[in-house]
């Protein structure tokens, strides 16, 4: 599907990721600020290079419902701290025990388990300060912190999710177990980045559903992809160790559907995701756009 804009969508998406990176920049304490041990730590994985597809989502969503609300992008960060806590805890041995991640040393393999797992909670702390410190209503700011610490919680948040795939290592492929881990690991963060969009601009309820819809459709694609390429690409292509699912005996889309209809379920998802942002017209081109980039992408 092809859409007019302004900017080419890559040129774009490296545009939202400079504007995240230098809010993320303002955020966090500095690593001369003391203790500067913690603040390193915090900075090497915040800034070794992610995609920032959360926070530019939740962006993306806000500016799909009104143009560019003071200070979405705070709002935005916080995501991203949420999602940075989650990777340097997932990396540490007790969990995937991995080497790489974004093509750099994981943080524990830099730092040490125990000052990883500081960074962790102290990036996870920190996107909840972020929030409570927004400058909207304070009912506008109790729905973002009960969106996201939901999204990122034990019942069908992401902790809840990671459970689930941590216990269900060795079991027989089941579609059931698949979608309850993917839906609540994945998906629900990525459901928030649209959802807290929403909020933050002020939606309207059908275009909270719509959106909030979009999001869950794209959850779903980012994570079909993700075990997707973990099958197809190399080490050096993901930035991080491939082939894991596979030899810790993970549930994932591969190997319950094989690879030829997890590639159709992503463009499925995909479709569905342009077909609820119809309503909006031409101010959801750039979620129309990133949901391509999402299903295309190599990394």
Same mark, same amino acid.
């Given at each position: 599907m092809t859409f007019p804009s302004i900017l080419p969508p890559r040129e774009y998406l490296g545009q939202q990721q400079r504007l995240v990176d230098a809010e993320l920049d303002r955020l966090v304490p500095p690593e001369s600020a003391p203790p500067e041990t913690i603040h390193r730590a915090m900075r090497y994985s915040l800034f070794a290079g992610g995609k920032r597809?959360?926070? +530019?989502? %939740? $962006? &993306? /969503?806000?500016?799909?419902? %009104?143009? /560019?609300?003071? *200070?979405?992008? /705070?709002? /935005? %960060?916080?995501? &991203?701290? +949420?999602?940075?806590?989650?990777?340097?805890? =997932?990396?540490?041995?007790a969990l995937d025990n991995d080497d790489y991640r974004r093509g750099k040393l994981t943080n524990h393999k830099v730092f040490g388990d125990a000052m990883a797992i500081l960074a962790g909670d102290a990036l996870l702390t920190l996107a909840f300060q972020v929030l409570a410190e927004l400058p909207v209503s304070g009912d506008r700011r109790a729905r973002l912190i009960a969106e996201l610490s939901t999204a990122a919680?034990?019942? @069908? @948040? $992401? +902790?809840?999710?990671?459970?689930? =795939?941590?216990?269900?290592?060795?079991?027989?492929? =089941?579609?059931?177990?698949? &979608?309850?881990?993917?839906?609540?690991?994945? *998906?629900?963060?990525?459901?928030?980045?649209?959802? $807290? @969009?929403?909020m933050y601009a002020g939606a309207t309820e059908e275009q909270y559903r719509a959106l909030s819809c979009y999001g869950e459709h794209m959850g779903l694609a980012f994570q079909i992809v993700d075990d997707i390429l973990d099958v197809e690409e190399s080490s050096e292509a993901l930035g991080k160790t491939a082939g894991k699912d596979a030899q810790q005996q993970k549930i994932t889309f591969p190997a319950v559907y094989g690879l030829p209809t997890s590639r159709s379920m992503a463009e499925a998802e995909c479709e569905h995701a342009h077909r609820v942002l119809e309503g909006f017209g031409p101010r959801a081109v750039r979620l129309h756009e990133l949901a391509d980039l999402i299903v295309r992408r190599k990394s």
């Amino acid at each position: 599907m092809t859409f007019p804009s302004i900017l080419p969508p890559r040129e774009y998406l490296g545009q939202q990721q400079r504007l995240v990176d230098a809010e993320l920049d303002r955020l966090v304490p500095p690593e001369s600020a003391p203790p500067e041990t913690i603040h390193r730590a915090m900075r090497y994985s915040l800034f070794a290079g992610g995609k920032r597809i959360r926070p +530019i989502l %939740c $962006m &993306e /969503a806000a500016h799909t419902v %009104c143009d /560019a609300p003071d *200070g979405v992008v /705070a709002a /935005a %960060c916080s995501l &991203e701290l +949420i999602h940075t806590y989650s990777l340097i805890h =997932d990396d540490l041995p007790a969990l995937d025990n991995d080497d790489y991640r974004r093509g750099k040393l994981t943080n524990h393999k830099v730092f040490g388990d125990a000052m990883a797992i500081l960074a962790g909670d102290a990036l996870l702390t920190l996107a909840f300060q972020v929030l409570a410190e927004l400058p909207v209503s304070g009912d506008r700011r109790a729905r973002l912190i009960a969106e996201l610490s939901t999204a990122a919680g034990t019942v @069908g @948040g $992401m +902790i809840g999710g990671q459970v689930a =795939d941590l216990e269900g290592e060795g079991k027989p492929p =089941d579609q059931q177990l698949l &979608e309850t881990i993917h839906r609540a690991k994945t *998906g629900a963060l990525l459901r928030a980045s649209l959802r $807290m @969009g929403a909020m933050y601009a002020g939606a309207t309820e059908e275009q909270y559903r719509a959106l909030s819809c979009y999001g869950e459709h794209m959850g779903l694609a980012f994570q079909i992809v993700d075990d997707i390429l973990d099958v197809e690409e190399s080490s050096e292509a993901l930035g991080k160790t491939a082939g894991k699912d596979a030899q810790q005996q993970k549930i994932t889309f591969p190997a319950v559907y094989g690879l030829p209809t997890s590639r159709s379920m992503a463009e499925a998802e995909c479709e569905h995701a342009h077909r609820v942002l119809e309503g909006f017209g031409p101010r959801a081109v750039r979620l129309h756009e990133l949901a391509d980039l999402i299903v295309r992408r190599k990394s």
